[in-house]
Structure formats: structure tokens, C-alpha cells
């Protein structure tokens, strides 16, 4: 069982920076898919960024053509950290957003945090 804990959502105006951390804690398996899902009311959620990690090694991001160029995704594998640094937000940007984590080879065991508010004003 895996557990995560988002922080750092909050109010900020149009064109703004914001980082969200995801403190991760529990069993780990050593290739996993970390990510970022954001939901918009009314919305589906949709994937944000993600990074995939074998053996404590980071080799291969992703991230929504709408973020690129504006939001980096981050990890630390010695501490279970996830991070997303956001700059110049839009207030399309605003959802809550959602860590995730994902067994690569056992999907159906994939943990969800409670998420964060992000809210952007124009």
C-alpha cells in the first residue's frame, strides 16, 4: 500500500509560479510511473506530467502539450518526493490537482493522492 500527500496548491494570479510536492510513503516497487493529474469542475481528469523510474533512475518524462515549456516535473527517489514547478499560469490552469503513482507491471495497484487546490486568477 502506498500513500500520497500533496502540498503547495494555492491562489495565484496570471502568470504566476506554484510548486506542488507529493510525498510518497509505504512499499514501492522499483519501476513505477509517477505523475500529475489535474481536474477542472465539469472536466475529466487529464494527465499533466508524469515520470517513469526504474531502479531509482528517472529515464523518461511526459507531459500534456497544454503544460510544455511551462511546467517541470521532478523527482527525488531518495527522499519519495514528486514535484511540479508551474510558471506562467493561466487561469485555465486551475483544478485540483492529483499525485499519482503507478506499478508499471501491476496497474491495478495504483495510489491516488488527496489532491490541491490550484487556483488562477486572471
Known amino acids: 500500500q502506498v500513500q500520497l500527500v500533496e502540498s503547495g496548491g494555492g491562489f495565484v494570479q496570471a502568470g504566476g509560479s506554484l510548486r506542488l510536492s507529493c510525498a510518497a510513503s509505504g512499499t514501492i516497487v522499483s519501476f513505477n510511473v509517477m505523475g500529475w493529474y489535474r481536474q477542472a469542475p465539469g472536466k475529466q481528469r487529464e494527465l499533466v506530467a508524469s515520470i517513469t523510474t526504474r531502479d531509482r533512475t528517472n529515464y523518461q518524462t511526459n507531459y500534456a502539450d497544454s503544460v510544455k515549456g511551462r511546467f517541470t516535473i521532478s523527482r527525488d527517489n531518495t527522499k519519495n518526493t514528486l514535484n511540479l514547478q508551474m510558471s506562467g499560469l493561466k487561469p485555465e490552469d486551475t483544478a485540483v490537482y492529483y499525485c499519482?503513482?503507478?506499478?508499471?507491471?501491476?496497474?491495478?495497484?495504483?495510489?491516488w493522492g488527496q489532491g490541491t487546490q490550484v487556483t488562477v486568477s486572471s
Open positions: 499519482n503513482l503507478r506499478p508499471a507491471l501491476q496497474p491495478e495497484q495504483t495510489s
